[in-house]
């Protein structure tokens, strides 16, 4: 029973989708619409999973002062901070909401004349908004994200260029008859690709786009095609569980 | 007198089928098809209007249940996958052998384990960067079974990084289950399963730490990934870890190529669990991809051949119908 129901609800939920992939029918459409919000829902809400993993973890591991307890230190600072600072974050938005709701009150009970001076109560809900606008705006959470994160992340993904050159570097050695048909191929397109190699050959950018149009989408479009056929394959496996990866419990 | 047939060998039956199939999807393709080619839809039934309520019946789109022409070519698909799949697991039953051409890649993976053995270190493994609703998660968490059963039964810890935490509840349930069947429930260790972060450079800048403190002997990556897989890989041969990649993301394929030493391309990746697990129905709808390819090769051959011929015949003057072979070509390029 524990491993059948699993197996008959993915089965089910699976015919289903690939029902709604074949008709067109509002009935069909809207029910597998659901579906698929409930499983955003439920994925969404794993994320607690997540955090209790790495508390649990990086907890114990400072407590115990294990090897690089420090790191895990930060870690557990950084993520409890930052979720303090979205708490923040997140109280001041309902706040300034609040004082947005105010203002259209306060403009809503106290009409003005054309041209004439707001009444005292407006201009102190208006004040009052912006003010609250402004605390909402400029929160430790939005500096962090902003000043910290961000050019973190960027860092992170800026290391890809020393990473493409040394591999490149590794790659592009003619040992064999395959690696030295991929050299040649790279040089061609990287020179057909820069100014300098119209300079060198007029063909050159012509060669490195004939590359990359025929062999190359050629080559692509085999691997799409059979990792394509692999995917119904696997996919048909999992919803009539033949393969049950996620009962592995 | 008994008179003996001649039987002819497996694979040029084979052939002869799956050039039969291919030849009967493309004679039924057009028949379905109308002047504008796989762009209609077609009525399958209507719902009596005693099974809808007084407003539902007045809506003429919801007493019509209509199928989507322009995915016909993925019900072929579907059918013919699903025919070869049924014969094959009949076969397989019966204890006819199904053999898988051997995977160097997935022959890797053991050699990987036995090298952490040696060296005293763990195993790394990463099971892509998507949820568990992507089949490449699904296909990596299948692998990680079969690591984690070698490495239990090596006595080798291995270590599973996720950005995902619903992932990781499936990788550590993957991992004990596998350390139960190996006989060794104490290889498993709680803190070795990690969730790191949802985000993708955050995860990344994790995985690099784990892999230059912890030293892995050998990184597993299989599932899917983007821009970090190089950056990802580099890492792993700088700190002198043997690699096995497999991914269906095209985009990453020559980053994990150049930078592991072994890589399972797309289908290969999906064809790892089967390898593997040496299960029969597994093995047969393997099998049945093969067959498929057989399929949709000549499909392919006669498309490429007619586009050939398409592109000598002078293009149709405005308001003129397409020639025969044009149309043919279109109706191709849409099924294929």
């Known amino acids: 029973m524990r491993t059948l129901v699993p197996v008959l609800i993915t089965a089910f939920v699976g015919v289903f989708m690939i029902l709604k992939f074949f008709l067109v029918h509002d009935g069909v459409r809207t029910v597998a619409n659901e579906l698929e919000q409930w499983g955003v829902v439920t994925l969404a809400f794993a994320i607690i999973l997540g955090v209790l993993n790495l508390a649990r973890i990086n907890l114990k591991a400072v407590l115990e002062r294990k090897r690089d307890w420090g790191y895990k230190l930060i870690l557990l600072v950084c993520m409890f901070g930052m979720m303090t600072a979205g708490g923040v974050k997140w109280y001041r938005d309902i706040d300034a909401a609040r004082a947005q709701k105010a203002l259209e009150a306060a403009v809503a009970a106290n009409p003005v004349a054309e041209g004439a001076a707001p009444p005292p109560a407006v201009v102190e809900a208006r004040r009052a908004s912006e003010v609250a606008e402004q605390r909402a705006k400029f929160t430790v959470f939005t500096f962090i994200f902003d000043q910290v994160y961000t050019p973190l992340s960027a860092t992170i993904y800026a290391l890809l260029a020393f990473y493409v050159a040394s591999a490149a570097f590794r790659s592009f050695r003619a040992k064999s008859l395959h690696s030295a048909l991929l050299l040649i191929a790279a040089v061609i397109v990287m020179i057909g690709r820069v100014p300098v190699g119209k300079v060198i050959w007029s063909k050159f950018p012509v060669l490195q786009d004939w590359i990359m149009v025929w062999p190359n989408t050629a080559g692509q479009r085999a691997i799409l095609m059979g990792a394509a056929i692999g995917m119904i394959a696997t996919g048909i496996r999992v919803i009539f569980g033949i393969e049950r990866p996620y009962l592995k419990g | ?336």
């Not at chain 2, 239990?152 to 599973?160: K, L, M, R």
């Not at chain 2, 020559?254 to 290969?268: H, K, N, Q, R, S």
């Not at chain 2, 049945?288 to 390819?293: G, R």
Request: aromatic share 8%.
């Open chain 2, 1 to 336: 007198m008994t008179t003996y047939r001649r039987r002819q060998p497996a694979p040029v039956k084979r052939l002869r089928g799956a050039a039969l199939a291919a030849l009967l999807t493309f004679l039924t393709v057009p028949a379905f098809a109308s002047d504008r080619i796989l762009t209609e839809t077609v009525t399958l039934f209507r719902i009596p209007a005693s099974w809808l309520d007084a407003a539902a019946s007045t809506d003429a789109d919801r007493m019509v249940v209509k199928f989507d022409v322009t995915r016909l070519p993925v019900l072929i698909v579907l059918v013919l996958f699903g025919s070869f799949f049924l014969i094959l697991q009949m076969k397989a039953r019966s204890g006819a052998h199904l053999a898988l051409r051997r995977l160097p890649g997935i022959d890797a993976i053991e050699e990987a384990i036995g090298r952490a053995t040696e060296m005293g270190r763990p195993v790394l493994f990463i099971p892509g960067l998507n949820d568990i609703d992507d089949i490449q998660t699904l296909a990596g968490v299948s692998i990680l079974s079969h690591v984690a059963y070698i490495a239990a039964e090596y006595d080798t810890p291995v270590i599973v990084a996720c950005r995902r935490s619903v992932v990781l509840t499936m990788c550590e349930e993957t991992v004990r289950q596998a350390c139960l069947a190996a006989g060794r429930p104490e290889v498993f260790i709680p803190n070795n399963m990690r969730y790191l972060s949802d985000d993708q450079f955050a995860f990344t800048a994790g995985v690099n730490g784990i892999m230059l403190r912890e030293k892995p002997a050998s990184c597993i990556y299989q599932g899917c990934f983007y821009s970090e897989s190089l950056i990802l890989a580099e890492t792993g041969f700088v700190s002198g870890a043997i690699q096995v990649a497999g991914t269906a993301n095209i985009s990453q394929l020559p980053f994990f190529v150049a930078a592991c030493d072994y890589t399972l391309i797309g289908e290969e990746f999906f064809a790892a669990s089967a390898y593997l697990s040496k299960e029969p129905s597994i093995l047969a709808s393997i099998k049945a991809s093969d067959w498929l390819k057989m399929v949709v090769l000549p499909v392919i051959l006669i498309g490429v051949l007619l586009a050939t011929l398409a592109a000598f015949e002078p293009p149709p003057k405005d308001g003129s119908p397409p020639s025969q072979r044009q149309r043919a070509v279109q109706l191709l390029k849409e099924v294929l």
